[in-house]
């Protein structure tokens, strides 16, 4: 079963202080990861797709990283607007005609000025 | 549209009243996807079209929910006989699903809160 799981479930930053969020999945043949970013009570706002192992992507202060088996959302000097919800999601290739996106719980994600 | 629409934005209904949920996908998408998200959690699949057709509704939790695309392009996703259970934030997604273009936008979401 496609499984994803991200660590830690909540995290809180001092502004400028760099860290990275965790993501871990177990997917049959991985058709895409993909980041999101959520603000409270908003729709999931799409960050990134990764398709392949040693693929990375950077959107300003962010780089999104991956592996075979996990991907790092990398956060460099943080600002206070980048406070949010950040989900990840797998498309795997299990279930035969389904494009179905699986998304982990989420890592929230509070900087301090 | 610019980007995916949903509505009503909020929507409060009585317990065992029938609801309707709308999405508009960004035009041109022709995947489709509906999701449930509780407090606290992830995003959980309820059903995905290709074009006019259901191709996964797997994720249908019983036969209280049902939703429709009958021209490939808007969805409405029904609700008979809501319980307090349903309450959610429904969100509705769209893709192109084109080699290395496969990533999903979604909607501002319906706050469902079933009284």
């Known amino acids: 079963e496609d499984q994803v799981t991200q660590s830690p479930e909540a995290l809180r930053l001092q502004e400028g202080e760099s860290s990275s969020l965790n993501c871990s999945y177990t997917?049959?043949?991985?058709?895409?990861l993909f980041w999101y970013r959520q603000d409270p009570g908003k729709g999931p706002e799409f960050l990134f797709t990764l398709y392949s192992a040693g693929e990375e992507k950077e959107k300003e202060r962010l780089k999104a990283t991956l592996t075979k088996k996990e991907s790092f959302l990398h956060i460099t000097a943080p600002k206070p607007e980048d406070s949010a919800t950040y989900l990840c999601a797998v498309r795997g290739g299990s279930g035969g005609a389904t494009n179905k996106l699986i998304f982990g719980t989420g890592t929230l994600l509070a900087v301090q000025p | 549209g610019a980007g995916v629409s949903q509505t009503p934005s909020n929507k409060v209904t009585e317990k065992g009243k029938y609801v309707e949920l709308r999405c508009d996908p960004i035009?041109?998408?022709?995947?489709l996807y509906w999701y449930r998200q509780s407090l606290g959690q992830g995003p959980e699949f309820l059903i995905y079209?290709?074009?006019?057709?259901?191709?996964?509704d797997s994720g249908l939790p019983n036969d209280r929910f049902f939703a429709v695309r009958p021209e490939g392009s808007v969805s409405t996703l029904k609700i008979q006989r809501t319980e307090r259970g349903d309450s959610a934030m429904y969100l509705c997604?769209?893709?192109?699903?084109?080699?290395?273009?496969?990533?999903?936008?979604f909607g501002q979401g319906t706050r469902l809160t079933v009284v």
């Open positions: 035009s041109g998408h022709t995947a």
């Open positions: 997604a769209s893709s192109l699903l084109r080699q290395m273009n496969t990533e999903a936008f």
């Open positions: 997917v049959s043949g991985l058709r895409g």
């Open positions: 079209f290709q074009g006019t057709g259901a191709a996964d």
